[in-house]
């Protein structure tokens, strides 16, 4: 079965850097859709970044230009580098995959298919002002 791990978050100052990564396992779908969403307290989660099987990627507003998804194919590894975080990036983290491509992008960010998709146990970000 899919199973996706996630590690490397941590605390940072404000304008910091952090770099999170998931390991996926016994994802066999021929078209893929992986991401991370996040999840304040007293928040509804929320999309990030996704990155498709065309490798096309989508970022939500609020994190453009400073987070940065990829893909390793070697080591099944999708990573998120996040630049310059403010302390609204504070959060729990999940790497997610969804069971298809077909519905990647702004639309599986905002929440398309979400309970079809596969999760990580999440890893938390802090960033202190």
């Known amino acids: 079965h899919v199973q996706l791990v996630e590690s490397g978050g941590g605390s940072v100052q404000a304008g910091g850097s952090l770099r999170l990564s998931c390991v996926v396992s016994?994802?066999?779908?021929?078209?893929?859709?992986m991401g991370w969403f996040r999840q304040a307290p007293g928040k509804e989660r929320e999309g990030v970044a996704s990155l498709d099987f065309r490798g096309r990627m989508a970022y939500a507003a609020s994190v453009k230009g400073r987070f940065t998804i990829s893909k390793d194919n070697a080591n099944n590894t999708v990573n998120l580098m996040m630049n310059s975080l403010k302390p609204e990036d504070t959060a729990m983290y999940y790497c997610?995959?969804?069971?298809?491509?077909?519905?990647?992008?702004?639309?599986?960010?905002?929440?398309?298919?979400?309970?079809?998709?596969?999760w990580g146990q999440g890893t938390q970000v802090t960033v202190s002002s």
């Open positions: 997610a995959a969804a069971p298809t491509g077909l519905l990647c992008g702004g639309s599986w960010l905002k929440g398309a298919g979400y309970e079809r998709n596969y």
């Open positions: 016994g994802y066999t779908y021929n078209t893929y859709c």
